[in-house]
Structures are given as C-alpha cells and as structure tokens.
C-alpha cells in the first residue's frame, strides 16, 4: 500500500505536528526501568553482572571480557584487499576533515597587567559504542576512533556486542587498530554503557561515552548523564532519519534510493520527501516500490517506510521551512542550485547539496562524521566534531599593576553581592592587610 502524500497548505496545524511526528519509541516508562535495573546490577556486582546479562540479551556465555591483542593485531590479515583499501580511504579522509577542525588557543590582555587564556585539552578516557545487529559497522569504529586518535584522547575503549560465536567482525578490528585502539571489550546494550560509565573490576571507568545504539543503549547513555558517578555523553540519539527537499528537475530513482538508504538501517527509521512537484512525489513513489523488492533488507526497509512521508508543498520555500521545523539528522537537498538554500537551512545534523552528495557518502568515506542528532535535536545539538572529545578551560595571571587596574571593580562588585571574603581577597593584596 503506498503511503498517501500529504499536502502541507490543505493541513491544520496540529495535522502538521503529526505527520511530522517521529515514530515513537514504545513503552518509556517501562524502558527506563528495565535500563535503571541493568544500570544497578553494573554498578553493584561488576563483571558478574556483565556476564549475566550478557548470556540473558545476547545468549553468548563470556570466558573473557576483553578482546586478545593479537586479534587486533591479526584483524588485517582476515579481510580483503578492497575492504582494506575502503577503510583506509575512509579512515585518511575522516582524520583530514578533523585535523581540520583543531582549535587555536587564545591569549589576550584585557587591561595593562591581566591576561587571560583560553586553552584546550583532549578528554583523557574515551568510551566508544559501536552497535550490533546483521551487520559489523568499521564505519562507526573510524568515525569516533579516528576524531579521539586525532584529539589526542589517551585512553580509548571500544566496546560492542559480539556475534552468536563470542566474536568480533575484523572489519571493526582493524578499523579499531588503524586508531590506535587496543582495548575492546565484548560487551553490548546497556550493560556496556553501564560498564563504561560506572567501572568494573575488568573495565576502568571512562570520562565521557560516544557513539550511537538502540532504544536501550539511548537511554542509559541519558541515564548514566545525569549521575554524579555516571559519565558524560555525546549527544541524545535515537533512530536515524533523513528528510529530502526535491524540485521537479530531481532524478526519482536518486531521491528514493536516499529514502530507502536510511530505511534500510531498521524498522525505526523514518524518511521523509518534501516538494513542490506531484508528479516528482509520484515517480519517487514508483520507484521505492521498485527498488525495495531489490533490497536484502527489504523486510526492514519496508517497515521504515511505513513511518514515510511523501508532502506536497506550495514552493520551494515552504518546503524549506518544513525542513526547518522537522529539524532531521540527514537533510539531502535534490534542488537546482542547491547550495542556494544553505542560508535558509537552519536545522539539520548534516547537509548534502546536489544530486550527486547521496548520504551514504557522509556515512562512509567522505570525510564528515556521521554521528547526527536525531529526534529535532538538531535544534540545539551538533553533528559530532572534534571539539566533542576535548574541553576548554580559561587561565589568567594578573601583575600587582593589573589587579590595582582592577581591583576596585573587583571589590565594589563583591561589596554589591555581600561576598566580603572575595573583596578581602583583593584588599588584602593591594592594602598588605594582615589577616
């Protein structure tokens, strides 16, 4: 059954919110208790805990947590020559763009005598999640392992889900070699974010935990954020989603291989088509029909677009502005001049501008980080970058000649505040007030 198309000026505003609605994940509340519950287990019985649940989700019985070295070392020698060469493609443009992306740090003197600084430091210990399922993903692996490696993040662990045999894919073990990551661990779900978040007796404790994963694994990375002794986390993830904004001169078959191109990734996926042309909508329409039946995951696919959106749109504009208000992780704009609506495109995890810029691109090997907000939280969240696996910190060091230009500011705005101990503090410098 196709999915009818949706004519945005014929639509009530709340008729609007729903056809732009994500679909929703089910049950939350029960969600978060089963998560909080695996959380608890971590925290209080460690490695026991991890082996527990690792047999009860995965049904994989663990005689070690973490992964040999020489597998690792071995992964290169386990893959083709093309797979070898594709990774190592991805893995050099990944580190170009990021390297790209290293912060200057500031130095100024705000008055004769006061200079401050603005610095930059890698975060020490990283967590990297790279999800299961059907297939091994080293594309995940390049992007969170090759931005910590070009950061300078000292510790870098990985953790992912083994397969039915307790093993690793060695496409994610050689991605995770070529980024300097030698210490991975067979861990899946929430019971690995847990792991990393809280420490273990086998698993250090890490600083901040990276990468995207199912409802479970979304909700104790936002969990473990919100604990004194949890973790920090990237950014808030759910499924991934992709809008299109096409003209009339766009290529149908290009626009619904982009569709299917997110469908694909799991039933929870949404894609959506936005444009001004009917019989754009329609032909895209034929041709996901078509292309779906040529799928290896067409069972998933089709599902995804279940959740599909095909809106008709008075112009151009106004399909912008549907953009805009959807707020998707991936915006692909099929238009003629494409990069002319880049200033009116105001929310979105990642751009891909023209016909040729499919996102499977910024998935694999072009160079962006395809770690996207999701849900509208592009609104107020980035797309991951090298800034996410560092921290800033100020520094400044005053003269006696700096805090005397200072100094009485300083002690009349600590006076307005009823702070006495901070106004001491500059008095007793400038004065030579004994205490």
Known sequence: ???????????????????????AQADNEKLS????DILLQVK???????????????????????????????????????????????????????????????RIETQPGVICELKHAAIDSVGLYIPGGSAPLPSTVLMLGATAQVAGCQRKVLCTPPDAKGNIAAEI??????????????????????????GTQSIVKVDKIFG??????TEAKQQVSTRADGAAIDMPAGPSEVLVIADELADPAFVASDLLSQAEHGADSQAILVSSSKVLITAVQQQVAAQLQ???????????MQHGRYILTSDIAESVQVSNQYAPEHLIVQTENARDLLPELKHAGSIFLGKWSPESAGDYASGTNHVLPTYGYSRNYSSLGLADFMRRFTVQELSYQGLSNIGNAIMDLADAEGLDAHKRAVSIRLNGVQS
């Not at 196709?2 to 609605?21: E, H, R, Y």
């Not at 995951?297 to 995804?304: H, L, M, N």
């Open 1 to 23: 059954m196709t999915t009818p198309i949706q004519n945005w000026a014929d639509l009530t505003f709340d008729q609007q919110q729903q056809v732009l609605s994500r679909p």
């Open 33 to 36: 208790k089963i998560v909080s």
């Open 294 to 304: 040529k799928l290896s995951r067409q069972e998933i696919a089709q599902k995804a």
């Open 212 to 217: 995207p994963g199912n409802s479970f694994v």
């Open 44 to 106: 209080h019985r460690g490695d026991d805990a991890i082996r527990e649940l690792t047999k009860k989700f995965d049904g994989i019985r663990l005689a070690k947590l973490r992964l040999d070295d020489e597998q690792i070392i071995n992964a290169k020698n386990e893959i083709s020559e093309n797979v070898k060469s594709a990774i190592d493609l991805a893995y050099s443009n990944i580190k170009t763009f990021h390297q790209a992306q290293l912060p200057k740090d500031v």
């Open 173 to 198: 073990r050689y991605a995770a070699q070529l980024c300097g990551i030698d210490e991975i661990y067979l861990i899946g779900g929430a019971q690995a974010v847990a792991a990393m978040a809280f």
